[in-house]
């Protein structure tokens, strides 16, 4: 297919090939009603009667030494109602990053700014202890009708743009020998992004998954490197090893502009209403100056305590719905801020103003000042500091209204039935348990704006589970709509993320459920969720996903999130129940609060027939 036909036009003509989620057969969907075409819309030609789907699951027949035991977890069904635009695992750092909300179970304090830690020290909705995060994107009922012209119009003024984690806001405390180095990345950071941006402008009012891809995959690259450099520069200086900054490598497509001119019918709400209240909090690390050797480990002690009482605090916006947590969090803020000026003072000069970073909001209030707002009142702390990315997203607006809707994400939330959460053996052999804070998702939010490679067929009924669909289901009377969803089952054996957040894991041989070479077997998570939608909503229609703007409700979109809270000991007789070929509930008592040092990363990304590899041990 010529390239210039996928750039005429939101519909993106390709073939896809996709595995079906739960078995060996290789099916092939498009996604568009069969034209065809991998088309975001919800208009009809995306709904199909179950029965005209044929059986397309096979499951790899187990060998030998297979492990078929499962282990189920109960983690409710979101009933306490913790709904984000957040997206941890793919976005991190980019708070509504998601553009569209999702059902969150397990963790109550996750955000997109969450550490490891303070996963770890989180409550959760998960029976017996299991802390981990599973989450995934809403569905609605809307009655109204749904126009591809929408969509066409919204996207025909839009600029294509990249959306980066911030690095400034996610190191650690930067030594003064380190600082003009950090510096310097990071304003070659700022330069790659803003390039980026530049190219993506050309693709102006139209989507080219390819020509995205090979803008990201640039980027990917010199920010791997850059971020690699700043991580060495810090080590060196005497900082000590950086972690968590390899999820700060990716960057993503942006079609913000399209919701300027997308319906939003919560708009003008005065109720106003936001999916679960998050704290906001002015940053602090990109407040800092060059901090003393002598203060570094204190500094980062007290950054983290800093994000600490963050994490305490939206985890009591999930079980309170209340902000009067504000007044006793701005003040441990300030006890905070105050010791690391007081350890910078002790062997340079004390900064001046930090206090003024202490003051937090709630979503759904007054913003919280801005870094901008900020920067007179921390003139002197900030002298030497570098100001935040420019060319990173800000954050877009909370979901409004009493249905929480986002431009073009409206109508009324369907809350699971039920959540069916299972680790479950592989069909080759033995299973290790996994890492602890591995981090995993299944599907792509963007087949229209990133290809297809990574979705995956997700949608059937119940009673009808030997078939998977990539449009959405009109189920027979009776009968629960469904999206089965399965997790790679395959680990390279050392990281806990990766640069792309997928290259870490694998799925396992469709036939053979065999891993790939360098690869061993985990539990495979398997997350299916069912629905009570009206015979005459799913008739008409009327029922989709959450989405980016460039997917408009596109079922191929469809996703699921996790972060591993198990603790290791959780983990271990997950594996040891898989491996015995049992089939047990979680039963054990609360996880462990120790976190595992995970070992040094390495990157391997396929660039068409080349490899890049590039080492990025120690972030």
């Given at each position: 297919m010529r390239k210039e036909s996928r750039r005429s036009a939101v519909r993106i003509t390709m073939a896809v090939a996709a595995v079906a989620a739960t078995g060996a057969l290789t099916a092939v969907f498009v996604s568009g009603g069969g034209k065809g075409s991998a088309d975001a819309s919800t208009e009809r030609d995306q709904f199909v009667r179950i029965e005209k789907v044929q059986p397309n699951v096979v499951d790899p027949r187990p060998g030998r030494r297979a492990s078929t035991g499962t282990f189920?977890?109960?983690?409710?069904?979101?009933?306490?109602?913790?709904?984000?635009?957040?997206?941890?695992?793919?976005?991190?750092?980019?708070t509504n990053g998601a553009e569209h909300v999702h059902d969150f179970v397990g963790n109550l304090a996750i955000t997109?700014?969450?550490?490891?830690?303070?996963?770890?020290?989180?409550?959760?909705?998960?029976?017996?202890?299991?802390?981990?995060?599973?989450?995934?994107?809403?569905?609605?009922?809307?009655?109204?009708?749904?126009?591809?012209?929408?969509?066409?119009?919204?996207?025909?003024?839009?600029?294509?743009?990249?959306?980066?984690?911030?690095?400034?806001?996610?190191?650690?405390?930067?030594?003064?020998?380190?600082?003009?180095?950090?510096?310097?990345?990071?304003?070659?950071?700022?330069?790659?992004?803003?390039?980026?941006?530049?190219?993506?402008?050309?693709?102006?009012?139209?989507?080219?998954?390819?020509?995205?891809?090979?803008?990201?995959?640039?980027?990917?690259?010199?920010?791997?490197?850059?971020?690699?450099?700043?991580?060495?520069?810090?080590?060196?200086?005497?900082?000590?090893?950086?972690?968590?900054?390899?999820?700060?490598?990716?960057?993503?497509?942006?079609?913000?502009?399209?919701?300027?001119?997308?319906?939003?019918?919560?708009?003008?709400?005065?109720a106003m209403q936001v999916a679960t209240q998050q704290v906001r909090c002015p940053a602090v690390r990109d407040r800092l100056p060059g901090v003393p050797s002598q203060a570094v480990n204190d500094v980062n002690r007290d950054l983290a305590e800093l994000d600490r009482q963050i994490s305490e605090a939206n985890e009591r916006l999930v079980t309170t719905r209340g902000n009067a947590i504000l007044g006793t969090l701005n003040a441990r803020r300030t006890a905070v801020l105050d010791r690391i000026s007081t350890a910078i003072g002790r062997n340079a000069a004390r900064p001046q103003g930090l206090e003024k970073l202490a003051r937090c909001t709630v979503t759904g209030e007054n913003p919280a000042p801005t870094a901008t707002a900020t920067a007179t009142a921390t003139a002197t702390a900030t002298a030497t500091a570098p100001q935040p990315s420019a060319s990173s997203a800000a954050a877009l607006p909370d979901p409004q209204g009493p249905n929480l809707e986002l431009p073009n994400n409206t109508g009324g939330i369907v809350r699971p039935a039920s959540v069916l959460i299972q680790y479950r053996g592989n069909a080759a052999g033995k299973v290790v348990p996994m890492p602890r804070f591995l981090r995993e998702l299944t599907g792509d939010a963007k087949p229209t704006s990133r290809g297809p490679a990574n979705a995956r067929a997700t949608w059937t009924c119940s009673g009808f589970t030997d078939r998977l669909s990539d449009k959405y289901p009109i189920c027979p009377p009776g009968q629960q709509v469904q999206r089965v969803q399965d997790f790679p089952g395959c680990w390279d054996g050392t990281n806990i993320d990766s640069t792309n957040h997928r290259d870490h894991v694998a799925f396992a041989d469709t036939t053979t459920g065999a891993c790939k070479k360098g690869f061993v077997a985990i539990p495979q998570l398997r997350i299916t969720l069912s629905y009570k939608i009206p015979q005459d909503v799913q008739v008409a229609g009327q029922y989709a996903l959450d989405s980016f703007p460039e997917e408009d409700h596109n079922p191929f979109s469809d996703h699921n999130d996790f972060i591993n809270v198990n603790s290791a000991r959780q983990m271990q007789r997950i594996a040891a129940c898989i491996n015995k070929n049992q089939n047990l509930p979680l039963t054990s008592g609360p996880p462990s609060a120790r976190t595992d040092d995970s070992a040094p990363f390495w990157w391997v990304s396929a660039q068409g027939s080349a490899s890049i590899t590039v080492n990025l041990g120690g972030l």
């Open positions: 189920t977890v109960d983690c409710g069904t979101n009933r306490n109602g913790k709904f984000s635009p957040d997206n941890p695992v793919a976005q991190p750092g980019i997109a700014i969450s550490s490891d830690a303070d996963l770890a020290a989180s409550g959760t909705t998960c029976k017996n202890g299991d802390r981990s995060s599973y989450f995934w994107p809403v569905v609605r009922i809307d009655r109204t009708v749904r126009s591809r012209a929408e969509t066409q119009h919204a996207l025909a003024s839009t600029t294509p743009a990249v959306t980066c984690p911030d690095v400034r806001d996610r190191l650690p405390a930067v030594p003064v020998r380190a600082r003009r180095a950090v510096d310097s990345r990071l304003a070659q950071i700022d330069r790659a992004n803003a390039d980026a941006n530049t190219r993506m402008a050309t693709g102006k009012g139209r989507v080219d998954a390819d020509f995205n891809e090979s803008v990201l995959t640039a980027l990917r690259t010199q920010r791997a490197q850059l971020i690699k450099g700043i991580s060495d520069s810090i080590a060196s200086a005497g900082g000590g090893r950086t972690t968590g900054l390899l999820s700060l490598v990716e960057c993503d497509t942006n079609y913000d502009g399209m919701h300027a001119s997308m319906r939003h019918t919560a708009a003008g709400v005065k």
